[in-house]
């Protein structure tokens, strides 16, 4: 087969077209199913300027987008990203190095424009490590089953401080903005989104594959000011003439404790469901606790969300925060020659520096594992258990953890 060649797909609407219709086909969905009127909003509206692919006659066998995205770290400062998304290569072509000779060149590329960091969602765990990425949030998804958990019938959104009520797909387009916008500074891990998206999944353009209808509540402080939302669908089941139902999280933003609890409350309510899935809720959710006996909720799955590939080290330790004061050296190895070397960072509840530094490391790990510990998620001593993080001193990574870890994990809702 003939060497293919990599291009940008901007400004060329055939090559763009078939870009689109490549990253549908390298999905496993039918490209020839991607209407008119879907190619045109998604040539209109969707971000293509960085966007690349290979091309094996008139077909675009390779597709590989990014974007500038804003990631909200710990303390609620936001730190820029080159936002990796759309990565595919149809099954003929695979196992040939096309992703390898998209990927490089980009995050190259996102090193020279500054940006600190490259996020991903990870369609799969083992494609992503190589090139320096990390998984830096989980999610926990949850199945209650009713019955067992002391629900007596009685369950009901009464006494709340604020106000519960049902909404249209419209409504919801109209609050997400804001209520996005409020849950995403108060949690790290969360990312912006933009306009295509909220019009994508609350249905007020049709795209494929459609996202599922669904029933939509919001909550609303004592003020009246919108906190949280939740999205969600149910499977009527009355197979056995009694009700046996099973409501599904689709999408959830809570900007507070509060309005978290008031959502799970309201879905804990509903009559004629026996059974509340959470979907990829934020992995320490107050659900189960919420429960009389929290052994109703079991996991069914827990996975990694947001990946994390550090490009400048300093630059991305600096843009968080830290609760205790320490210093900590790290040897931070990177394969691909973009973020490496061994740093100090200087860290405390006023503010932190970090900068390369000739002396000798506590801790020596490659670039990815930082993504692992830097939003709080996993615990230093458990990298160093686990043989992913080395520690030259004692204390270190128990000193590593006082500086890193968090209250509540991070969370990142959004795929991208
Ligand atoms: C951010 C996102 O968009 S996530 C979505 C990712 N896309 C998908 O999952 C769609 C289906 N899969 C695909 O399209 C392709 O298989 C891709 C994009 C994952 C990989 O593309 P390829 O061109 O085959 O990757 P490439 O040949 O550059 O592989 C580089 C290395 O990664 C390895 N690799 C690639 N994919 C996988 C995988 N799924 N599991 C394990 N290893 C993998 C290859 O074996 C190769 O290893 P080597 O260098 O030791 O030989």
Redesign the pocket.
Known sequence: MAELEMRAVAGDRDAASAWVRGVFT???DRGADVSQEEMELRLARQELSRAVGFFDGDRCV?T??SFPQRVTTVGGGQVSANA????????T???????????LPDLRAAKERGEPVAT?????????G?FGFGPATGFVNWRVRKARSGWDGSWSTAGLAGELSMVEDAEVRRLLPELHANCRAGTPGMVDRNDFHWDRITRQITTSPAPPATLNAVYRDADGTPRGVVCFTVAKDWDTGLPDGTATVRLMYAADDAAERALWRLLLSLDWVTTVDSGPARPDAPLPLLLPDPRAASVVETGDQL?LRPLDVPALLTARSYPAAGELVLEVRDPLGLAGGRFLLSAGPDGASCAATTRSADLTLDVGTLGRFYLGEDSVAALVAAELVAEHTNGAADRADLLFRTGRRPWCPDI?
């Open positions: 390298g999905f496993l390779a590989f987008n990796v998304s759309a990565v595919t290569v149809t099954a072509h695979r196992r040939r190095g096309l992703l390898t000779r998209m990927m991903l969602i990870a369609a799969e765990y083992r494609i992503y190589r990946w991208f």
